[in-house]
T-cell receptor, first 116, second 114 residues
Framework: ETGVTQTPRHLVMGMTNKKSLKCEQH?????MYWYKQSAKKPLELMFV???????ENNSVPSRFSPECPNSSHLFLHLHTLQPEDSALYLC???????????????FGPGTRLLVL | AQSVTQPDIHITVSEGASLELRCNYS??????LFWYVQSPGQGLQLLLK??????LVQGIKGFEAEFKRSQSSFNLRKPSVHWSDAAEYFC????????????FGTGTKLQVIP
């Protein structure tokens, strides 16, 4: 596979469930990102990992828990979500070399999440 | 803090007509600018980017964008739109750093009519 892949593509869960979203990048990048995309709102950056360390956490509720076991994989663990958490969750990666100039982010297809 | 404005929420053009999508940014230094396209149910695909140099940037699928510092704009253009260009387009501005902190606009949804 090439690029950035995300699984599952669609997920329906109840508010008491626990689920995980998976992202995998095949680009040899060092930085990975989670975004939330809700209707009629700009993309919201949730988490950034650079060289497997979390470098950004934009006041995301604790019911979202990221995990980056290595530079190719990124997870988003979900528990006790609310209906307003329903959205498209996008993963992205970039080269992520510390001190480098601007880089380009490459996005996965997203996971469409519905919380009932 | 950086910000991006896409003033047009929805644009409709006829197939074969020219297209211009507007993007205005706010950033204290030289910006890094991007245009992405998103088809329904899909992730974002990079169309083009401006880091430095020539202010007219060529991208994929026949798109181009022009960086105008005096107007704080980075408008996206295409001379002749195809029905397959119907999608949502996002402008973004980035800051320098070891990892990228990018701010996205709210998007412009493009409808193409026959």
């Amino acid at each position: 596979e090439t690029g950035v892949t995300q699984t599952p593509r669609h997920l329906v869960m109840g508010m008491t469930n626990k689920k995980s979203l998976k992202c995998e990048q095949h680009l040899g990048h060092n930085a990975m990102y989670w975004y939330k995309q809700s209707a009629k709102k700009p993309l919201e950056l949730m988490f950034v990992y650079s060289l497997e360390e979390r470098v950004e956490n934009n006041s995301v509720p604790s019911r979202f828990s990221p995990e980056c076991p290595n530079s190719s994989h990124l997870f988003l663990h979900l528990h006790t979500l609310q209906p307003e958490d329903s959205a498209l969750y996008l993963c992205a990666s970039s080269q992520g070399v510390p001190g480098a100039n601007q880089e380009t982010q490459y996005f996965g297809p997203g996971t469409r999440l519905l919380v009932l | 803090a950086q910000s991006v404005t896409q003033p047009d929420i929805h644009i409709t053009v006829s197939e074969g007509a020219s297209l211009e999508l507007r993007c205005n940014y706010s950033y204290g230094a030289t910006p890094y600018l991007f245009w992405y396209v998103q088809s329904p149910g899909q992730g974002l695909q990079l169309l083009l980017k401006y880091f430095s140099g020539d202010t007219l940037v060529q991208g994929i699928k026949g798109f181009e964008a022009e960086f105008k510092r005096s107007q704080s704009s980075f408008n996206l253009r295409k001379p002749s739109v195809h029905w397959s260009d119907a999608a949502e387009y996002f402008c973004a501005v980035g800051a320098s750093g070891g990892y990228q902190k990018v701010t996205f606009g709210t998007g412009t949804k493009l409808q193409v009519i026959p």
